[in-house]
Nanobody, 117 residues
Framework: QVQLVESGGGLVQPGGSLRLSCAAS????????MSWYRQAPGKERELVAA????????NYADSVKGRFTISRDNAKNTVYLQMNSLKPEDTAVYYC??????????WGQGTQVTVSS
């Protein structure tokens, strides 16, 4: 019942854009901070962007700052990641995360983003 479902990934050329979506269900969306992580082959999973539960405060990894924008629509229980000026090093599986506390976190199944010419 509790789940996060990502969508919007795919293949894009360098310099292109994608918008990822994460639809939440089975829990009170407004009580959770939301974030996007990514993991490339052979690398650790890293935090890409995060947004607070209600205030809209955001933070970003230095590698994506100025290119990516995280947002949430609490009425639709959905969080988004707008990715512009994509680079090959952005290639990874992107995961949606919902965090209530350090002891309770929900993960999506991931969506593949491939940036290649």
């Amino acid at each position: 019942q509790v789940q996060l479902v990502e969508s919007g990934g795919g293949l894009v050329q360098p310099g292109g854009s994608l918008r990822l979506s994460c639809a939440a269900s089975g829990f009170t969306f407004t009580n959770y901070a939301m974030s996007w992580y990514r993991q490339a082959p052979g690398k650790e999973r890293e935090l890409v962007a995060a947004i607070s539960s209600t205030s809209g405060n955001t933070n970003y990894a230095d590698s994506v700052k100025g290119r990516f924008t995280i947002s949430r629509d609490n009425a639709k229980n959905t969080v988004y990641l707008q990715m512009n000026s994509l680079k090959p090093e952005d290639t990874a599986v992107y995961y949606c995360n919902a965090k209530r506390s350090m002891m309770y976190s929900i993960w999506g199944q991931g969506t593949q983003v491939t940036v290649s010419s």
